[in-house]
Structures are given as C-alpha cells and as structure tokens.
C-alpha cells in the first residue's frame, strides 16, 4: 500500500511510505536499534503526512481579530469621518479619544437618552399613558399611535429605545411634565446635574429646533449615566420586537442600531439623524469585562458605522494601545 499527500510546494502528490521506509534504512545503519520509540516515531511521521494540509494544533483564540486598517502603526486611534467624536471607559469615564468633542451641535435622537432618563426617574413603568392628538403631529420617526389608546410607560419607553419612536417621546414628555416645553426644561436641568454644562433641549425627540444643542462629551456623560439604569440598559439590546398596538394591530420594531447585528460584543445605545446633525451614533460594546462608550456625532451614511465599530474595537480588542486622555467628569 502506498500513503499519498498533496504538496503544498509544487502541487504534486509525494510518497511518504517510501521516505519513511528509506528515513528507517538509513537508521539501521546508524546503528539505532528498531524497538516501541522507533515504531511510535513512525506511525507519529505516516499521522501528520496523511493530516489535512490545513490543520492546526492550537484552540482557536475567542478574541475577534482587530482589522488592520483600525489601528495606527503607532498604536493611535482610528481614523474617522465623523465631525465629533468621543470615547469613554464607561466603568470610570476615562477619555480615550476624542475629536472636537466640546463643539456645539445638533445631536438629533441621541438626546433621547436624556429622554428615556427621565421617564425611568419619574415613577412606574406601569402608570398608563393616553395617547393625545397633539401627541400624533410630531414628524416621523413614528408608531402612528392613534388619539384616545393607551399604553403603559414601558411600552412606550421601549418603542423609544429601539425604533426611536417621536410620538411615543412626545407622548411620555406631556404625561411627566404636563407638556413638551416643560419636559424640556427639566432636560436641561438634569442635564446640569450630570455635568453637561452645554446642553440645552428644547424637545424630548431631538429633531432640529433653533437653540437646542450638545457635545459629544456631554453626550458621553449623559450616556454613561443612562446605561447604568436597567430600565434603559435592557431595551438598548433588543435586536427586534412586536409591539401590539390598542386595536390589535402588530407593528414589527427593528432596532436602528445596525451594529447589534455586526458586532459580537455590541451592547446598544442610540442612533440619531437629521439634515442638521448629520449621522450620528452612541455606541456601546462589552469585551472581557470592560464596557467602553463611542460618541459619533456629524458623520454620514456611508460612514457612521464602520466610524462607530472602528472605535469600538480598537478601544476593547487592543486595550494595549489605548492611552486615556482624561477623566470624564459628571455630576454623579
């Protein structure tokens, strides 16, 4: 019988048996004796001859790979399209990165975040909300609730953390605070006690209205604070879900967040878009233990979420080449 391998040299097939028959000729004439060592070392040969070419003897690691083109050949972080950008450990709010990250700017829904806050701060979950007309004329995104239904707080905090719902965000702002000017007031104000010292809101949805604006370091800040909440950390991840409307009417909630799909370790936040703000993400990710927060605000379409992973991994999959900045301060 003859063993055959494929070479992975030139592409053609190679005798092993031979070559061992001739490896154990010129044994005998070294005088080594035939005996168990000898027959071990040549079935050990004839094995790794006949093994796949492709075979490897190592466990293959759990640490997703880095891509080359994330990480500097000094070790810096990547290069992004974003206008603003901000990196936090979210466990001591230490700065990693950051771009422009105390430049004023419409931050779109990402300030929905501040909104799902104060809904968590303000009492039950199970206190019922009455949709009210005024309630239905916000411009989408949108659930289409219809005037007179009812839903309880966490469902409509829910529809705001995963499709970023306008109507529900309006909806939760009057029944809190009486309506949508003074739910914006209290915004602000909590904001002050995050240390978010420029921030001003003036809508509890984010679309763009003249005076209302942040940083992506007070993004940062109000993101580290709101991901602590169990209430807000545990709708962040949901990929997708039904939300069953009064009337029995089933609409199919896919979460705006394209990298709890792309990423193994992605952990939610918030998407944010308007003509104003650009395209803008904060984006969470936990690897061995530590979670770090990425702020990207005034990117674009093509960019904002290969920006946001880039960021994510170089922060947590090559924590080597991280050097913090600074701590973030708050006001917690």
Sequence with gaps: MQV???????????????????WMRISRSMNIAPGPS???????????ACAPPNLT???????????????????GPPSVVAKRVIVIDASNGRVLMAKNADERCAVASTQKLMTALLVSEAGSLRDPVVIHSSDTLVEPTKLYLKTGHRYTRGQLLKAILVR??????????RDIAGSVPRFAQQMTLRARSLGMANSVFLNPHGLTQKGQYSTARDIAKLARYAYRQPSIRG??????????????????????????????????????????????????????????IAVVLGSSSASVWKDSESLLRWALESPQTVRPVVALRTGT
Excluded at 4 to 21: A, D, H, T, Y
Excluded at 38 to 48: N, T, Y
Excluded at 58 to 64: L, V
Excluded at 164 to 173: P, T
């Design 38 to 48: 000898l027959a071990c070392l040549a079935l050990s040969f004839i094995s790794f």
């Design 4 to 22: 055959f391998i494929w070479s992975s040299r030139k592409g053609k097939p190679e005798n092993w048996l031979l070559r061992m028959v001739h």
């Design 57 to 75: 003897t190592t466990a293959a690691s759990t640490r997703i790979p880095i891509p080359h083109s994330v990480v500097s050949p000094q070790g």
């Design 164 to 173: 970023s719902a306008n109507d529900a965000s309006v909806a939760l702002a």
């Design 235 to 292: 709708p962040l991840t949901i990929r997708s879900y039904d939300f069953i409307h009064n009337d029995g009417k089933v609409s199919k909630l896919t979460n705006t967040n394209r990298l709890l799909k792309s990423l193994p370790y992605a952990t939610g936040m918030k998407t944010g878009t308007t003509r104003a703000s650009g395209k803008c993400l904060v984006a969470s990710g936990t690897l061995h233990g530590r979670t770090v």
